[in-house]
C-alpha cells in the first residue's frame, strides 16, 4: 500500500497536483531518478539521505485528505490501520479468482481499469533462506578456529535452506 501510495503521489505530481511534502520528498516525487544519478548527482544521495520516516508518514498523514481518491484511500487505509488483505497460495490464483476480486473493488470503490491496479495486484514471493555461492555463513567455534555453517553439523540439511520457497500471493481491500 506504501509503495502505491508513493506512486500516485508521484504520478499526480509528475502531472502538476500540488502535494504536500518535504523538499526531499518532492525532489524524489517530482524527478525520475535512477540508480547512475546517485553517482552522478551528488545533491540525490544528499536528498536521499535527507530523508527519513517523518517525512514519509508526515506526507500520508496529510494525503489521508488529498481530492484524489486513490491517494486518499490508500493513506487512510496506512494511517487507519485498514490494511489490505493479502491471500498467499502455493499455487498461482486463476484468472477467474482475480477477476472476481477484481470486479468487486472495482464496483465497491468506483474505479475505472486504470486505477484498478493501485487496489488490486497479485504477484509472486521467493524466498532462499542461503545461498552458498553468495554469502557464506561462518561459525566462530570456542577453540579460535572459524567452520562455514555448511561443515558445521552432519544434522543441517543446507540443501533444504538453499531450495527457494516460491509461493503466490493476491492483496486487495478487505
Known amino acids: ?3 502505491h501510495a508513493l506512486r500516485r ?3 499526480l505530481v509528475k502531472d502538476g497536483t500540488p502535494l504536500f511534502a518535504s523538499p526531499s520528498l518532492h525532489f524524489f516525487l517530482s524527478q525520475d531518478i535512477k540508480s547512475e544519478h546517485f553517482e ?3 545533491m540525490v544521495l544528499t536528498h536521499f539521505a535527507r530523508l527519513d520516516d517523518y517525512d514519509i508518514w508526515g506526507a500520508i ?3 489521508q485528505f488529498a481530492p484524489d481518491y486513490i491517494l ?5 487505509g496506512l494511517v487507519n490501520r485498514q490494511l489490505f488483505k493479502i491471500e498467499i ?4 490464483f486463476s484468472a477467474e479468482r482475480i477477476a472476481q476480486v477484481q470486479q468487486r473493488i472495482r464496483e465497491e ?9 493501485y487496489f488490486i495486484y497479485a504477484d509472486t514471493l521467493s524466498n532462499k533462506a542461503y545461498n552458498e555461492q553468495k554469502h557464506n555463513i561462518n561459525l566462530l567455534l570456542k577453540n579460535g578456529s572459524i567452520l562455514e555453517l555448511s561443515k558445521a553439523s552432519d544434522n543441517l540439511n543446507i540443501s533444504a535452506l538453499s531450495t527457494p520457497v516460491e509461493k503466490y ?3 486487495y481491500p478487505r
Open 1 to 3: 500500500m506504501l509503495i
Open 9 to 11: 503521489a508521484k504520478e
Open 40 to 42: 552522478r548527482d551528488p
Open 61 to 63: 498523514k496529510v494525503w
Open 72 to 76: 486518499a484511500t490508500l493513506c487512510s
Open 89 to 92: 497460495s502455493k499455487t498461482p
Open 109 to 117: 470503490h468506483q474505479l475505472s481499469e486504470q486505477e484498478l491496479p
Open 169 to 171: 500471493f493476491l492483496c
